[in-house]
């Protein structure tokens, strides 16, 4: 079995990255290349950058004026970027945000349950129409993350997606809106999801009137 020492510098031969320019540039030429897909306004419907996040935006908006829920999950590196999103978009977007990834949490339903339903289980009990699942794979195809997608769809939540690897991945088929990293380095599309994460709510605050207001 490969080591993620190995695994890393394999991608990183691959894309032929040697210095922090070629990272630079060689994340920078993946980033440009996102896909953004949506099954809000038309099935298979392939949007601009520029458009996805505005309706991701549009999510949010309508979340903070209903007072629902925004719930994000992730395994490993992906957690890490879910807690950090689920702070952000509380402390400044004012958002109302649910964290199903403390300790206990996780051991008790993995525990109960098994792991696949780490996270499924808890969106069973508390998610509600309209909420937002926010689900984070590099990727896209870990068991826990996509029974939590079907278990936010079952009870009519709308759900964002955020994955890599591989482009037929099965989660970024399960959301309303789905971004999709084409790279297989988990540093380029670790860092691709945060930063859409981070884009999403910077222009959700531009947008929202709070730069007029300073």
């Given at each position: 079995?490969?080591?993620?020492?190995?695994?890393?510098?394999?991608?990183l031969k691959k894309f032929g990255i040697d210095n922090a320019e070629d990272y630079l540039r060689g994340f920078?030429?993946?980033?440009?290349?996102?896909?953004?897909?949506?099954?809000?306004?038309?099935?298979?419907?392939?949007?601009?950058?520029?458009?996805?996040?505005?309706?991701?935006?549009?999510?949010?908006?309508?979340?903070?004026?209903?007072?629902?829920?925004?719930?994000?999950?992730?395994?490993?590196?992906?957690?890490?970027?879910?807690?950090?999103?689920?702070?952000?978009?509380?402390?400044?977007?004012?958002?109302?945000?649910?964290?199903?990834?403390?300790?206990?949490?996780?051991?008790?339903?993995?525990?109960?349950y098994g792991y696949e339903n780490v996270f499924a289980k808890h969106i069973e009990v508390f998610a509600e129409?309209?909420?937002?699942?926010?689900?984070?794979?590099?990727?896209?195809?870990?068991?826990?993350?996509?029974?939590?997608?079907?278990?936010?769809?079952?009870?009519?939540?709308?759900?964002?997606?955020?994955?890599?690897?591989?482009?037929?991945?099965?989660?970024?088929?399960?959301?309303?809106?789905?971004?999709?990293?084409?790279?297989?380095?988990?540093?380029?599309?670790?860092?691709?999801?945060?930063?859409?994460?981070?884009?999403?709510?910077?222009?959700?605050?531009?947008?929202?009137?709070?730069?007029?207001?300073?």
């Amino acid at each position: 079995m490969i080591t993620p020492a190995e695994r890393t510098c394999q991608e990183l031969k691959k894309f032929g990255i040697d210095n922090a320019e070629d990272y630079l540039r060689g994340f920078n030429n993946v980033l440009k290349k996102v896909c953004v897909i949506s099954d809000t306004f038309e099935t298979g419907n392939v949007l601009g950058m520029n458009y996805g996040i505005n309706a991701v935006i549009g999510l949010l908006r309508e979340s903070f004026l209903s007072k629902k829920k925004i719930i994000i999950v992730g395994n490993g590196g992906s957690a890490a970027i879910a807690l950090h999103t689920l702070a952000d978009y509380a402390a400044a977007g004012g958002l109302r945000t649910m964290d199903l990834m403390s300790p206990a949490l996780i051991t008790c339903m993995a525990n109960d349950y098994g792991y696949e339903n780490v996270f499924a289980k808890h969106i069973e009990v508390f998610a509600e129409k309209d909420d937002i699942l926010f689900a984070i794979s590099s990727s896209g195809k870990s068991p826990n993350i996509l029974k939590a997608c079907k278990a936010a769809k079952f009870r009519r939540c709308l759900i964002v997606t955020f994955s890599g690897f591989d482009s037929e991945n099965s989660l970024r088929e399960l959301g309303n809106i789905n971004f999709y990293v084409p790279s297989s380095h988990y540093g380029f599309v670790e860092l691709a999801h945060q930063i859409l994460l981070h884009c999403i709510l910077d222009l959700y605050l531009k947008k929202g009137g709070i730069e007029d207001a300073l």
